[in-house]
């Protein structure tokens, strides 16, 4: 008898889980999660310390003249040496990058509400050809 109302309790329980989760019960299952936001770019550690690079691992940098953390002051011309990290039209903040508009309407990527950009100097991920610091260009670092 004991064995009995054991295997009873146990049948119970099991269809019951069952029936939660959907299994055979009259309601629908639940939606499904929205992707998480991945971030567009990482940090790599290099012999002069932590960068950020995009995720193709090419070295990203940052205007010291961009300080509002709303807009870019590299437009027109600028882009041709400082190419901004772009940003889709639906990108949405993720931890410490921001997305800002520019000037001809299209998005770009900030870290700590400073625009990113990558540099046509740069040919290979890991290159940091474009640290211009008598021009203010500067490699973006996570501590910045």
Not at 36 to 47: C, G, N, Q, S, Y
Not at 74 to 95: F, H, I, M, R, Y
Not at 103 to 118: E, H, I, N
Request: aromatic share 8%; proline share 8%.
């Amino acid at each position: 008898m004991f064995r009995f109302l054991i295997a009873t309790a146990v049948i119970a329980l099991s269809a019951g889980h069952a029936l939660a989760n959907g299994h055979g019960g009259g309601e629908a299952p639940p939606p499904p999660k929205p992707e998480a936001t991945t971030a567009p770019a990482k940090v790599v550690l290099t012999k002069q310390g932590p960068k950020l690079v995009d995720l193709k691992g090419m070295t990203l940098y940052y205007y010291e003249r961009d300080t509002t953390g709303k807009t870019s002051t590299c437009n027109d011309k600028c882009t041709q040496n400082w190419v901004p990290l772009a940003a889709t039209a639906e990108a949405k903040a993720v931890g410490d990058f921001t997305v800002i508009d520019r000037d001809d309407g299209s998005k770009m990527w900030a870290y700590r509400y400073r625009p990113l950009y990558t540099s046509p100097a740069d040919k290979a991920p890991g290159d940091a050809n474009g640290n211009a610091t008598t021009l203010q260009w500067r490699i973006a670092r996570p501590e910045n």
